[in-house]
């Protein structure tokens, strides 16, 4: 049986999810999203979770409002193109008779094999993983033990309701970028982040990072949300270089095509994964830096909601 096979769900949302954290729909303050304007036309960005819960829908108005507003869905990549992340199963995993424990420690191994009880993996499903795919779901796991639901996350939702809307769906990177930067990891950079993982699980790292990022959502604070990735960066060894190749490096290509769809005729609601969006390298301060008008669009109050 075939990676994708094994786990339909975890596999797809590995595409996106293991290049950033997110978090939730917020009730009240600021919705994670905000309106990006350029002398003849406007985009919305708006920052996504991979995983879920049935009370975040339907979507705050103002993210309805935004996505109405747009002819064109944008996102990473499609996640629910299962055709086109079948071709990749196989690189996710080892060819008997190699697998996962002969790319990391003998010690490594023993604690990944103490965690899977927790998420009630068999060590035979997971025995193949490469270390990366092995400890990325743990950590999805890891959230749907929190509550978050891996079916009920919003990358999914945006393109089932584009598609219902009839809307026009692009990618911004595409499923053979991400699996390509994937396939990037070298074998030390791959036991480092699968160690790091491992230490933050055991810890209770992985879930307090996981509740920071929603509640710093659910308020609209980017800066709060920045600030739990840095604590986490410097508690996991490897965590901030790991955080560099698969989030920051993106950036000047995702910028320009961003800017082609603001010198379009269209108008675009981009969504990707909301660690993208915030910082100094981040989306938004990138895009004011670059001149063109960005606010935070907040969520619409209850008297204008009834209207």
Do not use: C
Not at 51 to 76: F, H, I, M, N
Not at 128 to 155: C, H, T
Not at 199 to 216: H, M, N, P, R, Y
Not at 219 to 230: H, K
């Amino acid at each position: 049986m075939t990676f994708l096979r094994r786990f339909p769900r975890l596999g797809r949302l590995l595409l996106l999810g293991a290049f950033a954290l997110a978090a939730a729909p917020a009730t009240q303050g600021a919705n994670f999203l905000w309106e990006v304007s350029s002398l003849t036309n406007r985009a919305y960005l708006f920052g996504t979770v991979h995983a879920g819960k049935p009370e975040w829908y339907p979507l705050p108005k103002a993210v309805q409002d935004a996505l109405a507003d747009a002819r064109v869905l944008v996102v990473e990549a499609d996640v629910t193109d299962t055709a086109a992340m079948g071709k990749y199963g196989a690189s996710m995993s080892y060819v008997p008779p190699d697998s996962l424990r002969n790319h990391v420690s003998a010690d490594a191994y023993a604690r990944f094999v103490r965690l899977l009880p927790r998420y009630r993996f068999p060590e035979s499903q997971m025995a193949q993983m490469k270390p990366f795919i092995a400890v990325s779901l743990l950590v999805f796991a890891e959230w749907a033990r929190l509550g978050y639901l891996p079916n009920l996350g919003l990358d999914a939702a945006l393109i089932k309701q584009a598609k219902a809307e009839d809307k026009k769906i692009v990618e911004l990177e595409g499923i053979d970028t991400q699996m390509r930067l994937m396939d990037s990891l070298s074998e030390k950079e791959s036991q480092l982040i699968f160690e790091g993982t491992l230490d933050a699980l055991e810890s209770g790292l992985t879930g307090e990072q996981i509740e920071g990022l929603v509640k710093a959502w659910q308020v609209g604070d980017s800066n709060a949300m920045l600030e739990v990735a840095r604590k986490y960066n410097s508690l996991v060894p490897g965590a901030a270089e790991f955080e560099e190749k698969f989030v920051w490096s993106r950036h000047d290509e995702m910028l320009k095509k961003i800017e082609g769809y603001l010198n379009s005729k269209e108008r675009h609601f981009i969504a990707v994964g909301s660690l993208h969006l915030v910082g100094p390298r981040g989306l938004v301060a990138q895009l004011r830096k670059r001149g063109y008008i960005v606010r935070q669009v907040f969520v619409t109050p209850l008297a204008e909601n009834r209207k």
